[in-house]
């Protein structure tokens, strides 16, 4: 019988579907709120760093010294690749995607990592940070390649996003950088049932390894309707080039029912939470680098938009900012969703244990709408 003899509940995309419980996080769609184990954002983005958010996500609290130097720790130890992983990105280079060498090479690694067979939890745990501890070296060293320079020695003494920064640049960062780089990896750490995350905790409901489940979650993470997003906004906006052109342009690919890049969501049907506080740090860079016109065209694209769909609840999203924000860095453009991978991997490790603990297979159901009769088998020679 087609598995649609029950009354069909038929949600495309499961939008509004409730598919996991959590403790973790939650996205307050109508509020333009996000809460980490309590914590508002805002509060968290001020005052705290990514180690503690990382450990907060994972361990369900702020760590106190002892269990903060722990884990800083451990960061530190794990954070190194072997040799043959930095020969892979090499080979690599400029013939791929950035996203597409970051997914190749967190198999890689997962590949030769014989806990990845069939891992009980703990090893799941232990994956897990591994992976959180290695993304901005994996990250930090595609992007050196993908710039044709040369791959950076590991500086241990440095903080998770200033290791990041410095794999990345080749170079330390100065303070606003510092933490401009620390709040976005904070911004982007999780945002509840997302695409990526949501392939990430599917994955590992089948009980396959923490390692092919990001991969999962990489892979989702590259499309434009998500993660894929930052490249394409900046692109946007130099494309629009002035404040000027906003109405004209922006007004165009509306009409033709163009998305635009950086503005909407699914949860969130006011001001993303995250796109303000990324917006304050992009107007504060670009006015450092003499690239304020930049900002003003963003802004203006901004108004433009609230002002033709924000009744429609189409606001900036945490993509339409961040890649402003990355580009004055230095980061190449290819390289700002992996950047997003680098703030994520903690909301991806921390929900993909979580589930995994309480397991229950996803198996969604589809509607079936194709033909009702049983049909008999027919020899080709005798097809019309
Ligand atoms: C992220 O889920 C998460 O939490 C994701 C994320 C995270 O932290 O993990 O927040 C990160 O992925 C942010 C989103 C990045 N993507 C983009 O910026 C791509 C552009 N945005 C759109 O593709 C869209 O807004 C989505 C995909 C993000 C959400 O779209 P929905 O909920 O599927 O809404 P929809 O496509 O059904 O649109 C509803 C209406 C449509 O118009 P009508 O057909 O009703 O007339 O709104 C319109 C859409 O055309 N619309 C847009 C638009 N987004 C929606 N129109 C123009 N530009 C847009 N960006």
Redesign the pocket.
Known sequence: MPETNDKPEFSR?LEGVIAAETKIGY?DGQAGRLVYRGYEISELAGKSNYEEVSYLLVNGHLPNEKEYRDYDRKLKELRTLKPDTYSLIKEIGKSAHPMSTLRTVVSYIGAKDSRTVEPNLDEQHDLGIELIAKMPTIVGAINRVYRGEEIVKPDHDLTYSDFFFHQAMGRKPSDVESKMLDTALIL?AD??M????FACMLTISTLSDMYSAVTSAISALKG????G?NER?LALIEKVGSPENADKVIGKM?EN???????????YKVY?PRAKILKEYAHEVTSMNGKEELFHTANKIEEVMISK?GN?G?FP???FYSGMLYSSIGFSREVFTPIFAVG?ISGWVARSLEYVRENRLFRPKALYSGTKELLKYVPINERD
């Open positions: 995309g996205v982007h945002h509840g997302n695409a990526s995350t434009p309707l998500h993660g997003a906004a509306i029912k163009e998305k635009i890049m950086g503005f909407g969501h699914r949860v993303d769909l429609k189409i999203n945490v993509d994520r």
